[in-house]
Each structure stands twice: as structure tokens, then as C-alpha cells.
T-cell receptor, first 116, second 116 residues
Framework: AQTVTQSQPEMSVQEAETVTLSCTYD???????LFWYKQPPSRQMILVIR??????QNATENRFSVNFQKAAKSFSLKISDSQLGDAAMYFC?????????????FGKGTHLIIQP | GAGVSQSPSNKVTEKGKDVELRCDPI?????LYWYRQSLGQGLEFLIY????????KSGLPSDRFSAERTGGSVSTLTIQRTQQEDSAVYLC??????????????FGQGTRLTVV
């Protein structure tokens, strides 16, 4: 079974600074997908960024980028120029390539605090 | 609809009662997922529907839990004889297809269930 580990229960960063959230995973698959989701107090999970394991290039979405290290099974999220609206729970998630039947496997999350 | 809609938003029920949670996915989305998020935990995958069919129900926590989907649209998650450990946020998501390569999963705002 796949597992996702987020070792930082909480992180704090000054507004406009850069912060990196860590995620490691375990799988025996060679083709899979990795995601970072943001969950604000509204509870709705919002997709921040996704990475396909067969792509070597790290995904980027505006201020959000990932450092995908396939051999190390590491998938960290970097948030540049942090904004107050970035404050939320962030979840790392894994999906195999075979379709939705197994759903997403989530880590336990990192609570990100933005200091004004 | 514009997004995934879940009802009720909050539900308080007495131990031993049955509850029914509803999910209305984005129109045209064939894949639908239920997750459970216990306090301070990540999301736990419960069940996946492709159309009206759920190929694997083994993720449901116990035989008190059941789920159905009719007309390829609305889904209900039913918990019979609720227990205090059932208290959690139940999140529903839908995607255009079940393939992570093709489709992003959109989440609803969840139902917070409290069993007293």
C-alpha cells in the first residue's frame, strides 16, 4: 500500500518570504501522480499543483513550485512571496496511474501560518 | 451546478441514529469519491463511483456504512447506528473521469458530522 508522510505538523513564515513544505511517499509503482491540496477553514480542498511521475520537469503554478525527487520519493512544495491568503492546511496526496478506484492517499497535513 | 454541493453542512446526531449525507457532483462528472477526515488527520478514502457503479467497497469503515449513486449524479452516504468514532468531516469529490491523468478532482465543502 502507498503511504504519504508530512513531517511538519505546522510551519510559520513571514509575509513575502518563501517557505517549503516537505512530503515523502512510499510506492512500488513507477507511474503515478502527486498533488498538493490546500484546505482553508471553509474545508473545501483546493488543488494547488500536480506532478506526473514520468515527467522529470518540476511543476510550477505561479508562486507555487515543487521539487520532485523520484529516486528519493520526495515531493516538496515551495511557496514564494507568501501571502496572508496562503494560510491554510496543506495536504500532499498520491494517486496511482490506474484510475480512480483507489482514490487519493493523503498525508496528515501541514498547518501553514503566515505572519504579517 | 457550479461546484460540488454537499448537504447538510453540519449534522449533530445522537448515538445510535442513522444519518444520510448527500453529494451533488459537478454536472457531467462521471467519477465521484467519498473521503472521511477525522480531527487532525488527513483524508481517508472511503469509496469511488464510476457512473452508478462502485467497483470496490472495501474502504468503507464498517458494515454500518453504505453508499449509493443514482442516475450517474447524486450520491448518498448512509451511516447506520452512528457511533461517536463516526464523528468527522465527510468530503465528496467529483472528476470528469476516473483517470488522474485526465481529470482534476473537485471537492465539496464537506459535512461535519458530530455524534453525541
Amino acid at each position: 500500500a502507498q503511504t504519504v508522510t508530512q513531517s511538519q505538523p505546522e510551519m510559520s513564515v513571514q509575509e513575502a518570504e518563501t517557505v517549503t513544505l516537505s512530503c515523502t511517499y512510499d510506492t512500488s509503482e513507477s507511474d503515478y501522480y502527486l498533488f498538493w491540496y490546500k484546505q482553508p477553514p471553509s474545508r473545501q480542498m483546493i488543488l494547488v499543483i500536480r506532478q506526473e511521475a514520468y515527467k522529470q520537469q518540476n511543476a510550477t503554478e505561479n508562486r507555487f513550485s515543487v521539487n520532485f525527487q523520484k529516486a528519493a520519493k520526495s515531493f516538496s512544495l515551495k511557496i514564494s512571496d507568501s501571502q496572508l491568503g496562503d494560510a491554510a492546511m496543506y495536504f500532499c496526496a498520491y494517486s496511482n496511474s490506474g484510475g480512480g478506484a483507489d482514490g487519493l492517499t493523503f498525508g496528515k497535513g501541514t498547518h501553514l501560518i503566515i505572519q504579517p | 451546478g457550479a461546484g460540488v454541493s454537499q448537504s447538510p453542512s453540519n449534522k449533530v446526531t445522537e448515538k445510535g441514529k442513522d444519518v444520510e449525507l448527500r453529494c451533488d457532483p459537478i454536472s457531467g462528472h462521471t467519477a465521484l469519491y467519498w473521503y472521511r477526515q477525522s480531527l487532525g488527520q488527513g483524508l481517508e478514502f472511503l469509496i469511488y463511483f464510476q457512473g452508478n457503479s462502485a467497483p470496490d467497497k472495501s474502504g468503507l469503515p464498517s458494515d454500518r456504512f453504505s453508499a449509493e449513486r443514482t442516475g450517474g449524479s447524486v450520491s448518498t452516504l448512509t451511516i447506520q447506528r452512528t457511533q461517536q468514532e463516526d464523528s468527522a468531516v465527510y468530503l465528496c469529490a467529483s472528476s470528469l473521469t476516473g483517470a488522474p491523468r485526465e481529470a482534476e478532482a473537485f471537492f465539496g465543502q464537506g459535512t461535519r458530522l458530530t455524534v453525541v
